[in-house]
């Protein structure tokens, strides 16, 4: 998928723009997404279909139905558990942390650390250390730092 810059320079994929922007048309484009990676892919779980499941939560969310997000987000979920079994992977962890931030969206934030948490260990089990979900993020305050 081809990347859009941002006005930061960042690379955003249409399907993020489109989504930010309140296109609500991109879920059905999506969900036929969707149901073609199931005709090529058939029954078994499959990695493409995975990416379809957990754009289409995302969607969903960025256009503020978090609880429709949640659910393509766990369908996700079961679906990256069935491919990769007990080893830990990157995709689970994008998975459980999406779930996280569907179940904060919605309010409930002990359900969102959980799964936050569950995100952190995966992470540290793929080795993924440069991967984004364990970018550091920086914490803003209202207050400036002291110098000694």
Not at 14 to 43: N, Q, T
Not at 102 to 125: H, I, V
């Amino acid at each position: 998928m081809s990347k859009l810059k941002d006005k930061d320079g960042e690379g955003q994929s249409p399907l993020h723009v489109a989504a930010f922007y309140g296109h609500e048309e991109i879920v059905r484009f999506l969900l036929e997404s969707l149901e073609m990676s199931k005709k090529i892919f058939g029954d078994k779980p499959h990695p493409e279909v995975a990416t379809s499941l957990n754009n289409i939560g995302f969607a969903y969310g960025a256009l503020g139905d978090s609880q429709k997000a949640l659910e393509f987000y766990l369908e996700t979920l079961e679906m990256t558990k069935k491919i990769y079994g007990d080893k830990p992977h990157p995709d689970v962890a994008i998975s459980l942390n999406n779930i996280g931030g569907a179940y904060y969206a919605l309010g409930d934030s002990q359900r969102a650390l959980e799964f936050y948490l569950d995100t952190l260990e995966m992470t540290k089990k793929t080795s993924a250390a440069s991967h984004t979900l364990m970018s550091p993020t920086p914490l803003t305050t209202s207050e400036e730092p002291t110098t000694p």
